[in-house]
């Protein structure tokens, strides 16, 4: 298993799409495919193959190396593609209703990056993974695939970033904007929140003078309840607060939630047979070894991670879930919500 595999470039080349020898579209299952990785996912603790199975033009069809994305980057940045190029009509956004701007134009994310100019977009099928941007005020381009889910590729592609692309972000603005909040009132933020849009979590923590996201990412303190990054900020008044992104803008609601240690009386709560009319399919939760599984399908489960009440995390999906209740404390079914779908709903079956 040949794991992750990445490249980066920051000269002009002129390039041709025949030079991208090493990429094709998966469109016959039964063609051999010379030095092709085999994508696999974590199980336990050991690996299990995840391949996909559709064999289309399109998304998720490609098959392709970190350096064949890098010559597709710079012959597309060329303006070479299209009479006119097309790069202009793919890149040009358009202002959302409430005058915000998009951020994703014809299939590409733009956006500002350490305070450069960026194009990007990722891509996931089984357990594929990709990611591939270009910075083109530094002729940088930078691709990464891998062929196992386990980690997340976003958060590779910021430690590779943060590796050659200088932060030119306004620091004097970041700087002058700070104020220092007593450590009673700061540690007062810190704690577990809960998304109420979607259900998912993050902790605030207390370092330095300054509150920390996840353990990871300084928050600014701009005021006694106001704290931000460069690409968004939390707007914090007692337990509740909103999640404000700067593109597009949004107000997300948060409110601070306890964490929650399951019981053997818990697990019994929660096990049994879920089923979506959405997805026509079930899900069976059980209980093992003091954990909570989800069951998919025969030799897939995941654990279900307790974060607060009645809401749970399972990693390895990026899934968020949380379980309804009736008003006799019985639970009727659970919603579970992924990047791209939100509150799937399962019944639970009687």
């Not at 949004?250 to 409110?255: M, S, V, Y």
Request: with cysteine.
């Amino acid at each position: 298993m040949s794991g992750l595999t990445l490249a980066a470039f920051t000269k002009k080349f002129i390039f041709e799409p025949a030079d991208m020898t090493h990429t094709q579209w998966r469109d016959d299952p039964n063609r051999v495919v010379p030095n092709r990785a085999i994508a696999y996912s974590k199980s336990g603790s050991s690996f299990e193959t995840n391949m996909p199975n559709e064999y289309v033009y399109g998304n998720g069809g490609l098959l392709t190396t970190t350096e064949d994305l890098l010559k597709w980057n710079n012959f597309y940045q060329q303006g070479r593609l299209g009479t006119s190029s097309l790069l202009s009509r793919q890149t040009e956004q358009e202002p959302l209703n409430n005058g915000e701007i998009n951020p994703y134009a014809a299939g590409l994310f733009i956006k500002k990056v350490r305070g450069w100019n960026n194009i990007n977009h990722n891509g996931a099928t089984a357990s594929y993974r990709a990611y591939l941007e270009t910075f083109p005020e530094l002729n940088l381009s930078i691709a990464i695939l891998s062929n196992t889910s386990q980690f997340n590729i976003n958060n590779v592609a910021s430690m590779i970033r943060n590796i050659f692309v200088p932060d030119k972000t306004d620091k004097t603005v970041k700087k002058d904007s700070s104020i220092n909040l007593p450590d009673t009132k700061l540690n007062a933020l810190t704690g577990l929140y809960k998304n109420e849009r979607d259900g998912s979590t993050f902790q605030l923590s207390a370092k330095n003078n300054n509150l920390v996201l996840d353990g990871e990412m300084l928050l600014v303190t701009v005021s006694e309840n106001i704290f931000k990054t460069d690409n968004f900020l939390f707007e914090i008044t007692g337990k509740k607060g909103l999640y404000i992104p700067f593109s597009p803008r949004d107000t997300i609601p948060f409110i601070k939630v306890n964490p929650v240690i399951l019981s053997q009386k818990d697990f019994n709560i929660y096990e049994g047979k879920y089923f979506s009319e959405e997805t026509n399919s079930s899900i069976t939760i059980q209980h093992d070894n003091n954990k909570l599984i989800l069951c998919l399908k025969p030799n897939e489960n995941h654990s279900l991670i307790p974060k607060y009440t009645d809401g749970f995390k399972i990693d390895a999906l990026d899934c968020d879930i949380q379980f309804v209740r009736s008003s006799q404390n019985k639970i009727l079914a659970m919603r579970m919500n992924v990047s791209r779908a939100r509150g799937v709903e399962f019944r639970k079956l009687k």
